[in-house]
């Protein structure tokens, strides 16, 4: 059964620094991994999906990497702004289906 | 091209009644999933939908069901609500990829409260 999990499970941090947000997932037999970011009462926004063949991937400040042998993800966040302030959540499949399992997400306040 | 669109976005309801969501997926996506968030679970899947057929169902009771029609559009109905049920009603559009690229797209959620 996949169990995903986010570390830490807050952080405020001031504006400008580098972050790096964890994701735990128990079964490696993925075959991608999805962050997303969710501003309060909204949808989720897809900010990264990295393929099970991919070790990372960028989308300007923001870098995902992926380690399916040790089930883990990291998100990189660098020179944090304010408009960075949401919950962070990744989504992986279980193995050879659609059903995505969401980790409980990080929830991130930068401070002006 | 246009994003997910859910109606209605919000709704009240009272406990023993019943309620249907819509979800329009992004164009040429044949994929549509359901997904519940509270504060106390979090995200969980409910169901997918791909050409009308549900592929995938979550741990949820009967009372919640959903439908795709031919133009993809899919609807999710709950039955006889319950307190718990409230919260906010996510969907997901997704063009399938058996390569790994498909990336899920979601629409801006339908809040259902129960009293």
């Known amino acids: 059964k996949q169990e995903v999990t986010q570390i830490p499970a807050a952080l405020s941090v001031p504006e400008g620094e580098n972050l790096v947000l964890n994701c735990s997932f128990t079964d490696s037999a993925i075959y991608n991994l999805q962050w997303f970011r969710q501003d309060p009462g909204k949808g989720l926004t897809s900010l990264l999906l990295?393929?099970?063949?991919?070790r990372e991937q960028t989308s300007g400040r923001l870098n995902a990497s992926l380690d399916k042998s040790s089930g883990r993800s990291t998100l990189y966040i660098a020179a944090s702004q304010p408009g960075d302030s949401a919950t962070y959540l990744c989504a992986v499949p279980t193995s050879g289906t659609y059903k995505y399992i969401f980790g409980t997400g990080t929830r991130l306040k930068v401070l002006a | 091209k246009a994003g997910v669109t859910q109606t209605p976005r919000y709704l009240i309801k009272t406990r023993g009644q019943q309620v249907t969501l819509s979800c329009s997926p992004i164009?040429?996506?044949?994929?549509v999933s359901w997904y519940q968030q509270t504060p106390g679970q979090g995200l969980q899947f409910l169901f997918e939908?791909?050409?009308?057929?549900?592929?995938n169902k979550g741990n949820f009771p009967g009372r919640f069901s959903g439908r795709q029609f031919s133009n993809s559009r899919s609807e999710m109905n709950v039955s006889t609500l319950e307190l718990g049920d409230s919260a906010l009603y996510l969907c997901a559009s997704m063009l399938p990829d058996w390569g790994g690229k498909n990336e899920q797209f979601f629409g801006p959620g339908t809040r259902l409260t129960v009293l």
């Open positions: 164009s040429g996506h044949r994929s």
């Open positions: 939908y791909f050409s009308e057929t549900q592929r």
């Open positions: 990295i393929q099970s063949s991919q």
